[in-house]
């Protein structure tokens, strides 16, 4: 009975290179992900009420933070998980902790720090135990490799764990430390991998990280919402929110044509195309808490700077982004015609959002300005689309 229950409820993890190809994502990976709203809208939130210089970088580490969380999580359930009682249960186990470190996310950066990184501690003890697992199924090719991520996620323990024990600001710089030591590991452990052992960028990957853009996207109407519930309702307080919601359809317009459901053209090209959903996911989450502060200024003639400044530099940060991300991808050289003009437009673009938020109009001219400039990056792409001669060799893979 025991076999039994092992063998139908109780699956080791799948191994390196056990890989399905048409997997979709799940119904608990969504509600996996669901958790990550909430942590994320409560950074976010914290960011809307200290829009400073510090606030901005605090914000940015604790999202990185997130961030790093979400992808070894994610990741792991999309390369070696199952859909069996184990693979429930540890992910049951993971949205627990989340759900703490949840209340510690508002004042990470501060009073709640302490908290914060035990509890991220503890979920990086249970995602250490799932990738040593994996290890302990893998074929003798891999061990070098899955050694030296596991030694990783080791230091990644002791570091975050021992930061609990600083003072707050030390403790951030900790972190932030911590954040780049990953994303500079994580590229070099791709580059140095051999041929036929690289980390797969399944399809189900990249709807994952779908998913995730669009949680950072619902912080922008989170940020409109909130910045209407908090002041008069008028003609220039209402257009100046549903104007600045025209940003976020205006991200999502250009990530999901040209970005979303598209595989990165190599391995080593697919761990910078991971890479660069964070810059891109934290401009966007950002982008959102400005706008609260946009819209209870609505009646200003001028907009104020600290929320002109992070709203723009958020903006021109994610198109800068998502030109990375575009020539990371199989598709860019196939569809040259469009990406290139595109990238250059966007790269205009981000220039010029970065001049509006100098010249600092007032609050509903700032945001149709914006808007504005994310119209011409998509009527570009649409023109050179309108181009081709069969428009349906714009769809991912050609088809």
Same mark, same amino acid.
């Given at each position: 009975?025991?076999?039994?229950?092992?063998?139908?409820?109780?699956?080791?993890?799948?191994?390196?290179?056990?890989?399905? @190809?048409?997997?979709?994502?799940?119904?608990?990976?969504?509600?996996?992900?669901?958790?990550?709203?909430? +942590?994320?809208?409560?950074?976010?939130?914290? &960011?809307?009420?200290?829009?400073?210089?510090?606030?901005?970088?605090?914000?940015?580490?604790?999202? $990185?933070?997130?961030?790093?969380?979400?992808?070894?999580?994610?990741?792991?359930?999309?390369?070696?998980?199952?859909?069996?009682?184990?693979?429930?249960?540890?992910?049951? !186990?993971?949205?627990?902790?989340?759900?703490?470190?949840?209340?510690?996310?508002?004042?990470?950066?501060?009073?709640? $720090?302490?908290?914060?990184?035990?509890?991220?501690?503890?979920?990086?003890?249970?995602?250490?135990?799932?990738?040593?697992?994996?290890?302990?199924?893998?074929?003798? @090719?891999?061990?070098?490799?899955?050694?030296?991520?596991?030694?990783?996620?080791?230091?990644? =323990?002791? =570091?975050?764990?021992?930061?609990? &024990?600083?003072?707050?600001?030390?403790?951030?710089?900790?972190?932030?430390?911590?954040?780049?030591?990953?994303? !500079?590991?994580?590229?070099?452990?791709?580059?140095?991998?051999?041929?036929?052992?690289?980390?797969?960028?399944?399809?189900?990957?990249?709807?994952?990280?779908?998913?995730?853009?669009?949680?950072?996207?619902?912080?922008?109407?989170?940020?409109?919402?909130?910045?209407?519930?908090?002041? @008069?309702?008028?003609?220039?307080?209402?257009?100046?929110?549903?104007?600045?919601?025209?940003?976020?359809?205006?991200?999502?317009?250009?990530?999901?044509?040209?970005?979303?459901?598209?595989?990165?053209?190599?391995?080593?090209?697919?761990?910078?195309?991971?890479?660069?959903?964070?810059?891109?996911?934290?401009? +966007?989450?950002?982008?959102?808490?400005?706008?609260?502060?946009?819209?209870?200024?609505?009646?200003?003639?001028?907009?104020?700077?600290?929320?002109?400044? !992070? &709203?723009?530099?958020?903006?021109?940060?994610?198109?800068?982004?998502?030109? =990375?991300?575009?020539?990371?991808?199989?598709?860019?050289?196939?569809?040259?015609?469009?990406?290139?003009?595109?990238?250059?437009?966007?790269?205009?673009?981000?220039?010029? +959002?970065?001049?509006?938020?100098?010249?600092?109009?007032?609050?509903?001219?700032?945001?149709?300005?914006?808007?504005?400039?994310?119209?011409?990056?998509?009527?570009?792409?649409?023109?050179?689309?309108?181009?081709?001669?069969?428009?349906?060799?714009?769809?991912?893979?050609?088809?």
């Amino acid at each position: 009975m025991f076999t039994i229950f092992k063998s139908r409820f109780w699956q080791p993890p799948r191994a390196h290179g056990d890989v399905i @190809e048409d997997r979709t994502v799940s119904f608990l990976e969504l509600f996996y992900d669901l958790i990550y709203v909430v +942590i994320i809208a409560q950074a976010a939130h914290h &960011l809307a009420g200290h829009l400073t210089w510090r606030g901005v970088g605090e914000f940015s580490v604790v999202f $990185g933070m997130i961030w790093l969380a979400w992808l070894n999580g994610s990741i792991y359930q999309d390369l070696h998980g199952r859909e069996d009682g184990r693979s429930r249960t540890y992910i049951f !186990v993971q949205m627990a902790i989340l759900a703490l470190l949840g209340v510690y996310t508002a004042h990470a950066a501060g009073d709640d $720090g302490r908290g914060f990184a035990l509890a991220y501690t503890g979920l990086f003890i249970v995602l250490t135990w799932l990738w040593y697992t994996v290890r302990r199924q893998d074929a003798a @090719e891999y061990m070098q490799l899955t050694a030296r991520y596991l030694a990783g996620m080791f230091v990644s =323990v002791v =570091v975050i764990g021992a930061s609990a &024990l600083l003072p707050a600001d030390a403790r951030v710089i900790v972190w932030a430390i911590f954040l780049v030591g990953w994303v !500079v590991g994580a590229l070099a452990l791709e580059l140095t991998r051999v041929d036929g052992l690289a980390m797969s960028v399944t399809e189900s990957t990249i709807e994952r990280f779908g998913l995730f853009t669009i949680i950072v996207l619902g912080e922008v109407v989170v940020g409109v919402v909130t910045g209407l519930s908090e002041v @008069e309702h008028n003609l220039r307080t209402t257009a100046t929110g549903v104007i600045g919601l025209m940003i976020g359809f205006g991200i999502w317009w250009t990530y999901f044509d040209f970005v979303g459901r598209r595989a990165p053209k190599t391995p080593q090209a697919g761990m910078v195309w991971i890479v660069s959903h964070l810059p891109v996911t934290l401009a +966007i989450a950002a982008s959102g808490a400005a706008l609260v502060s946009l819209i209870e200024h609505a009646a200003d003639q001028r907009a104020p700077v600290d929320a002109a400044w !992070v &709203l723009t530099g958020s903006v021109a940060v994610a198109l800068v982004g998502l030109i =990375v991300t575009m020539r990371t991808l199989a598709d860019y050289e196939r569809l040259i015609s469009i990406y290139r003009p595109l990238a250059a437009t966007l790269g205009v673009g981000a220039a010029v +959002i970065a001049l509006i938020g100098w010249w600092r109009p007032a609050p509903w001219l700032l945001v149709l300005a914006i808007v504005a400039v994310l119209s011409i990056v998509w009527g570009v792409a649409v023109d050179r689309w309108l181009r081709l001669p069969n428009p349906s060799d714009a769809r991912p893979g050609g088809h």
